[in-house]
């Protein structure tokens, strides 16, 4: 299947810093990349869609100046943590799905997760 | 839009047993419902899908059933092992949207 690489897989913060995930698509191109958020134990939330070339959709609820999404190229896509707080400290996963063509299944890639803590 | 329910929350079964996972959906226009298992700390990992134009799937000891007159669909585990023990996701996605809702997922444990 295709791969969706996420960095960092683990990442240990300041409160009050900024932290940035990034998102690639390496065998494949995605207009459309899916942040999701998880709460241990918990389902996947969906925080935004990422469409490349405009502005992500975000899920209500979701503060877009605080999870500033880019999606500048057709296999990159970045999660921006702004001024994070500790209730910020979760699970982060980015999604990718294949863009037309005979890999177009409609099967949605998983990048490996970034676990943030914030201190 | 679309919601999504899984049942049970928690599964435990003894090795070599059968475990189904149930979910529903709510929006008749889905026509697409994957399952998912995730492992503790690592990435969702597609075990098997189906599409609206089928009834039933099978992928050796995996298998979905799919009712949309009733709009719900199972995930079968047959002669369940250890390392079946994970988390599992359903979902659900309508065509000519992107977007999968997924379901609040079950943790399966599969005791030796």
């Known amino acids: 299947g295709a791969v969706v690489s996420q960095h960092p897989s683990r990442v240990i913060c300041k409160s009050g810093t900024s932290v940035k995930i990034e998102c690639r698509s390496l065998?494949?191109?995605?207009?459309?990349m899916f942040w999701y958020r998880q709460f241990p134990k918990k389902s996947l939330m969906l925080m935004a869609t990422s469409n490349e070339g405009s502005k992500a959709t975000y899920e209500q609820g979701v503060e877009k100046d605080k999870f500033l999404i880019n999606h500048a190229s057709l296999t990159l896509s970045t999660l921006t943590v702004t001024s994070a707080h500790p209730e910020d400290s979760s699970f982060y996963i980015c999604?990718?799905?294949?863009?037309?063509?005979?890999?177009?299944?409609?099967?949605?890639?998983f990048g490996e997760g970034s676990r943030l803590t914030v201190l | 839009g679309e919601n999504v329910e899984q049942h049970p929350s928690t599964l435990s079964v003894q090795e070599g047993d059968s475990a189904v996972i149930k979910c529903t959906y709510s929006?008749?226009?889905?026509?697409?419902f994957p399952w998912y298992k995730q492992e503790l700390g690592k990435r969702p990992q597609l075990i098997i899908d189906?599409?609206?134009?089928?009834g039933e799937k099978k992928d050796q000891r995996i298998a979905v059933t799919l009712n949309k007159t009733a709009k719900h669909f199972s995930l079968h585990i047959t002669e369940t092992q250890p390392e079946d023990s994970a988390v599992y996701f359903c979902a659900a996605r309508t065509e000519g949207y992107s977007t999968l809702t997924f379901g609040k997922g079950t943790m399966l444990l599969v005791s030796p």
């Open positions: 189906i599409r609206s134009n089928v």
């Open positions: 999604s990718a799905t294949v863009a037309g063509g005979r890999r177009n299944t409609g099967e949605l890639f």
């Open positions: 929006d008749s226009a889905s026509n697409y």
């Open positions: 065998d494949f191109q995605a207009t459309t």
